[in-house]
């Protein structure tokens, strides 16, 4: 028997109640060829999100090098008087108080939003990080006020009880009351009561309060905790833990002083002011895994005095492994390089950048490379082999939500020049090293083609602007990348080194526009793509579709607006959809059927070659419930070619300090990389790809299959996952004039549906050979409890 998590019981218990494992007797024609798959299935999401690009893929081996407050920033809350403020555009932002062990109680407070886009988030009965409720008051794109619950195994937080449809207004002060009694909760806005919902599932029934935001600046004030007798249990604010003297990810050392300052900042907002005394104050952050002989390009930009200069150096613990004095510093910014080549290997060494003797020296703009990263043209070489190994053929870039405020002419040009992304997001404020050229070049590294998402002005991510100026920044990008040589923007191009045309062929008009109304997308879709074609008439433009399936405005009533006044114009519908972990089973063929009924919408529509565009879907999770998920949906893709053409999972990399959204196929630290479960299947898949899909005939039972032939009917493959607890017991009948020659199979089995790969055990779960066997015109094999595998079979 195998071991069975609670949290996966139900599912699993419905799964097996639906299908029986047991023999399977299947029948494949190789002949009849139903459908084409479109390698563009097996396409990937590149978005700048818990230090993917910046900390990870980008070879930059330094953190908020600009000094601009990035890399997990701490959260900017502070006392003004009687009121509690929160002055960061920051996702997520979180202040728990209280006592973990109030239960039945009543919240009291008041709310002010002062900038952003959404409105307040209140927590209760909230043990950790994990297990909580919040309040969403604006959320979605300040739309809709509903409750939300957090538990550990979900991997993300969730709605729970009604939704109710409302906006958060700026510069009012709103009275909000929670009252939890037993499962009971009660949500007050002023006098009205929003929301009444009794929780009977994974309810918490005690916690402390919080308050916090989501992209919103706010403030609080009388916050009051009371227990039900009216009894105050906690009244007045909570205790706020002073500023660091130095950004997140640097550390000051001597006896000097370091603080920041924005009088004169080479670039950006901010830069890093060192008051040495001597014999040495400075500033070092790690770590940084250093390889003996490697040599380190770096540099940094400073101004100022010092009587002996500057010096940097690489450190294990306390020991020296290399050392470079720099010149003087004089009252005019000035660059200095320096390479170092440390004489033993250390996986956790630290950078000191230091000012020697006395003296006031100004430091901005830090970066070291290695030469391996060098070669690579920038890039951390195992991220990059990791990427270019699932051989990805499309890659969306730059969000996501990112690409909503992405400013493009800002990552262009020299790194010294470009400017911070405008807002704090995903535990980071970007600083763009990492552009449209960069993006490019790892494009063309890995073998895919780019895909570029642009950003239209919307006023929810830019503020009030207009909207002809985001038109004209958009022409800007085309002609950028595939303009020629003597174009405006394509000079500007050549003149970053680039004098030919990228041919960039697919955009994507914005990300999840759904805060704007169907309507008022598809009036700007139609906008932006005659602009965009303008540019360049041969580019394939995609547009927003839905965030989820099923009817409502988020499902088959959002797409259907958008195909009903937008397909002309169009070449692909995105759509994004992340399922709860433990609908591993059932979930692939849901969505399946919802890309059928939008199938059906495109093929009504005045464009009926339309095509969807899965731009962003996963499991929530990086147990093996991801990757038996992540091969139902890759098969379902394969099964709906004549209306799915392109995919692109999220998350991609995430880096091990992320907060949230542990969900990524690429998993890495300053040493490391790991692959989930979903990059191990995807990677067994993509291996196997073949374009021709080809009639399966019999009862499958619990198993999701696919069966298809390449294109010169030499292989054929059958994909195929068994989200049973039992094993299934399979006979393969190949029909027609494909005569079998030989069989293998490859097998992804584990122990568990809690197994998972780590930074020390990354090839715990992998795929391995298993026994087939072959008689005549017929193949046979097991499929073990929550497996996934792919036979290939040669013809004679």
Same mark, same amino acid.
């Given at each position: ?279 040495? &104050? ?24 010092? !009587? ?67 070669? !690579? ?294 040493? !490391? ?100 066997? &072959? ?22």
């Amino acid at each position: 028997m195998r071991k069975l998590t609670i949290v996966t019981a139900l599912s699993i218990f419905a799964c097996t109640a639906l299908c029986r494992a047991g023999d399977v007797v299947l029948s494949v024609d190789p002949d009849n060829v139903i459908g084409r798959i479109d390698e563009k299935i097996y396409g990937h999401f590149l978005e700048h999100i818990f230090h993917s690009v910046n900390g990870g893929l980008w070879g930059e081996m330094i953190w908020d090098r600009s000094f601009e407050g990035g890399a997990t920033p701490e959260p900017q809350w502070s006392i003004d008087h009687d009121v509690l403020v929160q002055n960061s555009l920051g996702t997520n932002v979180r202040l728990l108080f209280g006592d973990p062990n109030w239960k039945d109680y009543e919240f009291t407070l008041e709310a002010e939003k002062v900038g952003g886009e959404e409105g307040f988030l209140v927590l209760f009965r909230a043990a950790d990080d994990d297990h909580f409720y919040w309040l969403n008051l604006g959320g979605w794109g300040n739309i809709r006020h509903s409750l939300e619950r957090g538990t550990k195994g979900q991997e993300r937080w969730g709605t729970v009880g009604p939704r109710v449809d409302g906006k958060i207004e700026q510069n009012k002060w709103y009275r909000i009351r929670i009252r939890c009694e037993g499962p009971k909760i009660d949500v007050y806005l002023g006098d009205n009561r929003i929301i009444e919902f009794a929780d009977e599932a994974d309810r918490h029934l005690s916690g402390r309060v919080g308050v916090g935001t989501w992209a919103t600046k706010a403030r609080f004030r009388n916050l009051r905790v009371a227990s039900l007798d009216g009894k105050t249990l906690y009244e007045g604010l909570p205790q706020i833990r002073s500023a660091p003297p130095t950004a997140h990810s640097w550390r000051a050392y001597g006896p000097g002083k370091v603080y920041s300052t924005s009088e004169g900042p080479l670039n950006c907002d901010l830069c890093k002011v060192v008051e040495s005394q001597s014999p040495e &104050t400075g500033l070092g952050q790690g770590p940084l895994n250093l390889q003996k002989g490697q040599t380190y390009y770096g540099s940094l930009w400073a101004r100022g005095s010092a !009587t002996e200069g500057l010096v940097v150096r690489l450190l294990d613990g306390d020991k020296t492994l290399a050392r470079k004095v720099l010149p003087k510093p004089t009252e005019n910014w000035q660059s200095f390089a320096f390479k170092l080549k440390p004489n033993t290997t250390a996986q956790n060494a630290t950078i000191q950048v230091g000012v020697r003797g006395e003296g006031r020296v100004c430091v901005d703009q830090v970066s070291l490379m290695s030469a391996d990263s060098k070669k !690579t043209g920038g890039f951390r070489p195992d991220l990059l082999k990791a990427v270019a190994d699932l051989k990805p053929p499309v890659i969306r870039w730059p969000g996501g939500c990112f690409a909503s405020a992405y400013r493009w002419k800002d990552g262009i040009g020299p790194q010294h020049k470009r400017v911070k992304y405008p807002r704090s997001i995903w535990d980071d404020v970007d600083i763009n090293s990492f552009g449209t050229d960069e993006f490019i070049r790892m494009c063309r590294a890995v073998g895919a083609e780019p895909l570029i998402v642009v950003n239209i002005g919307t006023q929810q991510w830019n503020g009030p602007g207009r909207r002809d100026a985001f038109i004209q920044e958009v022409k800007d990008w085309i002609e950028y990348c595939n303009g020629p040589a003597n174009s405006t923007w394509g000079k500007v191009r050549a003149d970053n080194g680039h004098p030919r045309p990228y041919g960039v062929k697919y955009w994507e008009i914005d990300n999840e526009t759904w805060h704007m109304g169907a309507e008022q997308y598809a009036e700007w879709v139609s906008i932006f793509a005659q602009a965009m074609r303008q540019v360049d008439p041969g580019i394939k433009l995609a547009a927003c579709g839905s965030g989820g399936y099923g009817d409502g405005t988020n499902g088959l009533a959002w797409n259907r607006i958008i195909i009903d006044r937008s397909a002309e114009m169009i070449d692909y519908l995105s759509i994004h959809h992340y399922e709860n972990p433990n609908n591993f089973a059932q979930g692939p063929r849901r969505y399946e059927d919802f890309f059928r009924r939008t199938g059906e919408l495109i093929a009504r529509s005045a464009n009926p070659r339309l095509k969807i565009y899965v731009s962003e879907w996963n499991a929530q999770s990086t147990d093996w419930r991801t990757g038996l998920y992540c091969g139902g949906l890759l098969n379902a893709f394969e099964r709906s070619g004549d209306t799915v053409e392109m995919g692109g999972p999220a998350l991609f990399l995430r880096h091990s300090s992320a907060k949230a959204w542990d969900n990524a196929f690429i998993n890495f630290d300053h040493r !490391t990389w790991f692959p989930a479960p979903n990059y191990v299947v995807m990677k067994l898949w993509r291996e196997h790809y073949a374009p021709l899909q080809v009639q399966t005939d019999g009862d499958s039972g619990p198993l999701n299959g696919s069966a298809s032939k390449t294109a010169n009917g030499a292989k054929l493959y059958y994909k195929v996952v068994n989200p049973a607890q039992e094993p299934v017991s399979v006979e393969l009948n190949v029909k027609g004039r494909f005569s079998i020659g030989s069989a293998a199979m490859q097998v992804i089995s584990v122990d568990s549906l809690e197994a998972r790969n780590t930074l020390d055990e990354p090839n715990r779960i992998r795929p391995v050979a298993a026994e087939v066997k &072959t008689d005549g015109q017929s193949i046979r094999f097991t499929m073990p409890g929550f497996s996934a595998a792919v036979v290939s079979i040669n013809r004679r």
